[in-house]
């Protein structure tokens, strides 16, 4: 299974974008966040950083369909993501093309890198018990994507 490192400009340009998937968006945090509201999850203070979430597109138009909304900054808030989104600088996108859930695999696999931590318990695990798709990290985690690409089946 090839990972595809993807810009938001590229999304439609990889037409095998177009399949199932998942994917990880990496973002950047300029600033201290001070309570921000997230869904029925409450309200929370995010610290500077690097943002990692993981997430899986098995809906229609596949993983460009999503890729390109968590590009979009303005829009109506529907998952846990989109309450962070608009305050994020979107750095990378990868997306592995798989019909397998690898969600809660690449989760569990991230959440034993010594250099990440959850900041918000069940973010974007609504529908799974993977403990939550948002990692952080003070400093970029370079080996990230290679970490990602050992967990494929």
């Known amino acids: ?31 201290p966040l001070t309570q921000l509201a997230i869904g029925r999850l409450g309200r929370f203070d995010l610290a500077p950083g690097h943002y990692y979430y993981v997430g899986s597109a098995f809906g229609p138009g596949g993983l460009a369909a999503r890729l390109r909304r968590h590009s979009a900054v303005e829009k ?7 309450y962070l989104r608009p305050h994020l600088e979107l750095r990378e ?10 969600e809660c695999r690449w ?21 799974t018990r993977c403990g939550g798709h948002l990692f952080y990290a003070a400093e970029a985690v370079a080996h990230i994507a290679d970490t990602l690409r050992q967990t494929n089946p």
């Open 76 to 82: 109506r808030a529907h998952w846990h993501i989109d």
């Open 107 to 127: 989760c569990s696999v991230l959440a034993g890198l010594p250099e990440l931590s959850r900041p918000i318990p069940q973010f974007g695990a609504s529908d």
């Open 1 to 31: 299974m090839q990972i595809f490192l993807v810009s938001p400009a590229q999304i439609t340009q990889i037409p095998a974008l177009q399949a199932r998937g998942a994917y990880l968006l990496h973002c950047w945090l300029a600033q």
């Open 93 to 102: 996108m990868w997306a592995a093309v798989t019909d397998e859930r690898l």
